[in-house]
């Protein structure tokens, strides 16, 4: 008779236990993602990178470029305070040229406005270049017809000429240097899978013999496309996000981003031919970052000898 409530109560307590265990492991992801959101999301990094390529011009050696990627400024909240932190540090780098490589919003066009004076504030005395994403071209709505679509395109392409940023649609410009001159490449977004194919790189960088700075939003591009037309080249990317969450120790790095893309942030080459692939700045769906902040990109382009 004495055995049964002795059964009983480890039963009991075992019950408590899992009971305990569960609550506190639902406490540690709601502070995890409460850190996420209000902190994660905040923390604007510097990822520094110097790169070395044998047939770099002479008269650049030392360039350095300023990348960031997907602002997807409808889902920053109080949105002018962080921006004006994040143009703030990227003038502080003392950049030639800043690129931002698409997704600027999430949808619309009116999620620029009231951010003109801010982004205007950059400087980048060679130039500063832009790119659409998947996220600007408005392929996740419907729309009452497709002049709608369009003019979302349109003022969106305006809002980022407004910042004094050029818009690269399937096109070329130049930096100058005395003697040497650099080709920015600008390519429309092109995706695998489910994603829409507006990019054309072999007319965006027809009759360029040029070392060249290639802007794809998507970095599934560079592999698949743009090696074979510009192979002198670096290519800048988002996209990824690097999920939004991942960790880094000490070289290794891990995000499940990594089951989806081959390339799905920092840098990689092929041949004579890089790629570096930004987290990017603002949010999708989970209006956080784990592990993975907001990136500002500084590259440093100099001349290296065989």
């Known amino acids: 008779m004495m055995s049964v409530p002795l059964i009983f109560s480890k039963s009991n307590n075992l019950l408590n236990l899992r009971k305990y265990v569960s609550v506190f492991a639902l406490f540690l992801v709601f502070l995890v993602l409460f850190f996420g959101i209000?902190?994660?999301s905040r923390h604007i990094s510097v990822t520094n990178k110097m790169i070395f390529i044998n047939k770099f011009p002479e008269n650049f050696n030392g360039l350095k470029i300023v990348h960031i990627s997907d602002l997807h400024l409808g889902g920053i909240w109080n949105k002018k305070y962080f921006l004006t932190k994040l143009v703030n540090k990227i003038n502080s780098l003392n950049s030639?040229?800043?690129?931002?490589?698409?997704?600027?919003?999430?949808?619309?066009?009116?999620?620029?406005?009231?951010?003109?004076?801010?982004?205007?504030?950059?400087?980048?005395?060679?130039?500063k270049f832009a790119v659409l994403g998947n996220h600007?071209?408005?392929?996740?709505?419907?729309?009452?017809?497709p002049k709608e679509k369009e003019k979302n395109i349109k003022y969106i392409v305006k809002g980022l000429s407004d910042w004094g940023f050029k818009v690269l649609r399937n096109e070329h410009s130049f930096i100058v240097n005395g003697l040497d001159s650099i080709a920015i490449v600008g390519v429309d977004?092109?995706?695998?899978?489910?994603?829409?194919?507006y990019g054309d790189i072999e007319k965006a960088s027809y009759g360029i013999k040029?070392?060249?700075?290639?802007?794809?939003?998507?970095?599934?591009?560079?592999e698949s496309n743009?090696?074979?037309?510009?192979?002198?080249?670096?290519?800048?990317?988002g996209h990824t996000h690097a999920f939004q969450f991942g960790f880094c120790c000490y070289n290794y790095c891990w995000s499940p981003i990594k089951w989806f893309y081959k390339q799905w942030w920092g840098l990689y080459s092929k041949n004579v031919s890089f790629l570096y692939v930004?987290?990017?700045?603002?949010?999708?769906?989970?209006?956080?970052?784990?592990?993975?902040?907001?990136?500002?990109?500084?590259?440093?382009?100099k001349k290296g000898y065989e």
Not at 211 to 219: E, M, Q
Not at 278 to 301: D, H, K
């Open 38 to 40: 209000f902190f994660g």
């Open 96 to 127: 030639d040229v800043v690129v931002i490589t698409g997704d600027i919003v999430n949808q619309y066009y009116q999620e620029m406005q009231g951010v003109d004076t801010i982004f205007k504030k950059i400087d980048a005395p060679l130039g």
């Open 136 to 145: 600007d071209f408005g392929d996740y709505i419907v729309w009452k017809c």
């Open 189 to 197: 977004n092109w995706g695998e899978r489910s994603f829409k194919q």
């Open 210 to 222: 040029n070392f060249s700075i290639v802007l794809s939003h998507d970095p599934t591009y560079w």
């Open 226 to 237: 743009i090696i074979r037309y510009v192979p002198n080249s670096i290519t800048l990317s």
């Open 278 to 301: 930004n987290r990017g700045i603002g949010m999708v769906g989970f209006l956080g970052r784990i592990g993975m902040w907001p990136e500002i990109t500084l590259l440093e382009l």
